[in-house]
Each structure stands twice: as structure tokens, then as C-alpha cells.
T-cell receptor, first 114, second 116 residues
Framework: GAGVSQSPSNKVTEKGKDVELRCDPI?????LYWYRQSLGQGLEFLIY????????KSGLPSDRFSAERTGGSVSTLTIQRTQQEDSAVYLC????????????FGPGTRLLVL | GESVGLHLPTLSVQEGDNSIINCAYS??????FIWYKQESGKGPQFIID?????DKRQGQRVTVLLNKTVKHLSLQIAATQPGDSAVYFC???????????????FGQGTTLQVKP
């Protein structure tokens, strides 16, 4: 596609439920990143993929958070047993090769946990 | 740990004036920086980047200045327009020592308000 796409654009869920957020990176980009943005804040790094491997998971806030990437393309971020503090915008970015280089962001998924 | 931060949370300018948004960083090993623009309800949009071997880079109506001595960079927008109203973030790489994966550390953002 022309850019990074994410789905759903908005998600409202109840506390304790699991959610899956999807990211489609720019075609051919090997590096994929997930970030979280709380209201009025900067972006917080969550996880980095190079191909299907995740060499840097240092930003995942707890073991309720996990992510996978298949076929070197689509990635899914899963949050289990959601909590109200998980409410945020989850942003996905991709870059051509990882390392230094421009990251292109998707529009984000706005998650609200009630 | 390393940090990237902006000096002012909000900047209000008159349409047609020049805007200057500032950013400071702590990691002297950072080898590049990126400025992003984020409009309401959208993801960050790349504006311009600069490598540490440069002290100035110009784009269309934007200029980024890098002062490595004081670990400071700025984004200058010429002839600010209403469409420039957004939140602006500077970002730099995470710790190089652990391998530069390209993950970015973002500042808190400066909201630019353009008055007609």
C-alpha cells in the first residue's frame, strides 16, 4: 500500500477483555515499530521487529502485552486482560531497513478501556 | 537514561511570522534527529531529519539547526500558515550501546497555534 495502515481505528473494550491491534507496514519495509501515545504525551516505544523477529521488546510495559509479525509484513499487538491505564493511541511505524532511518507512521488505533 | 525534550508546550504565532520550536537532548552519541508533525487524530508525519555531521539542513519552508556543543536542535518554520497548526515532536535514537535498532525517543511535543 501507499502508507502504513492500522485497524481498527477505534476500539472500546471492557476492563479484563483481550484486544488485538493490527498493523500493515509499507510494502518492502523490513523494520516495524509499535509505540504508545497517552493523551497529550509523546510517543513511548514498545517493540521493534526486523523481519519476523523482535530483537527489542524492552518497551512492553507488562507480560499482558505481546506482539507478533508474520511473513515479514503484518503485525498484531495483543493486550490481554486490559486495564484502564492501557487506554491510549497505539501507533505503528515502519522503515526500510531499521537502524537510522525515517520511520513512517500509521494513523493509530485509539483504545479506550472502560 | 537518555531523553529528548522540548522547551515549550505551546507556541502561538501570527500567520505569516516565522516559528521556532526548540528541543534538547541528553545522549551525545545520538547520530541523527527527526522532526515530526502530528495533526489532531492522525499519526506523526515526517518533516525533516538531520545527521550529527551537519549543523543545518533546509527543506521547504523549514530549517533544522543542530548545536552539538549544547545538545540542542531547533525547527524553524518560515511564513507560518494556518495549516502548520499541529503538535511538533523532535525524536532521536535510543541508546546506541545496546545496538541501534532505530527505536526513537520522543520529546513531549510543542503545540503550534497559528493565529489568523
Amino acid at each position: 500500500g501507499a502508507g502504513v495502515s492500522q485497524s481498527p481505528s477505534n476500539k472500546v473494550t471492557e476492563k479484563g477483555k483481550d484486544v488485538e491491534l493490527r498493523c500493515d507496514p509499507i510494502s518492502g519495509h523490513t523494520a516495524l515499530y509499535w509505540y504508545r501515545q497517552s493523551l497529550g504525551q509523546g510517543l513511548e516505544f514498545l517493540i521493534y521487529f526486523q523481519g519476523n523477529s523482535a530483537p527489542d521488546k524492552s518497551g512492553l510495559p507488562s507480560d499482558r502485552f505481546s506482539a507478533e509479525r508474520t511473513g515479514g509484513s503484518v503485525s498484531t499487538l495483543t493486550i490481554q486482560r486490559t486495564q484502564q491505564e492501557d487506554s491510549a493511541v497505539y501507533l505503528c511505524a515502519s522503515s526500510a531497513n531499521g537502524g537510522p532511518g525515517t520511520q513512517y507512521f500509521g494513523p493509530g488505533t485509539r483504545l479506550l478501556v472502560l | 537514561g537518555e531523553s529528548v525534550g522540548l522547551h515549550l508546550p505551546t507556541l502561538s504565532v501570527q500567520e505569516g511570522d516565522n516559528s521556532i520550536i526548540n528541543c534538547a537532548y541528553s545522549n551525545s552519541a545520538s547520530d541523527y534527529f527527526i522532526w515530526y508533525k502530528q495533526e489532531s487524530g492522525k499519526g506523526p508525519q515526517f518533516i525533516i531529519d538531520i545527521r550529527s555531521n551537519m549543523d543545518k539542513r533546509q527543506g521547504q519552508r523549514v530549517t533544522v539547526l543542530l548545536n552539538k556543543t549544547v545538545k540542542h536542535l531547533s525547527l524553524q518554520i518560515a511564513a507560518t500558515q494556518p495549516g502548520d497548526s499541529a503538535v511538533y515532536f523532535c525524536a532521536g535514537p535510543g541508546l546506541v550501546g545496546s545496538g541501534n535498532t532505530g527505536k526513537l525517543i520522543f520529546g513531549q511535543g510543542t503545540t503550534l497555534q497559528v493565529k489568523p
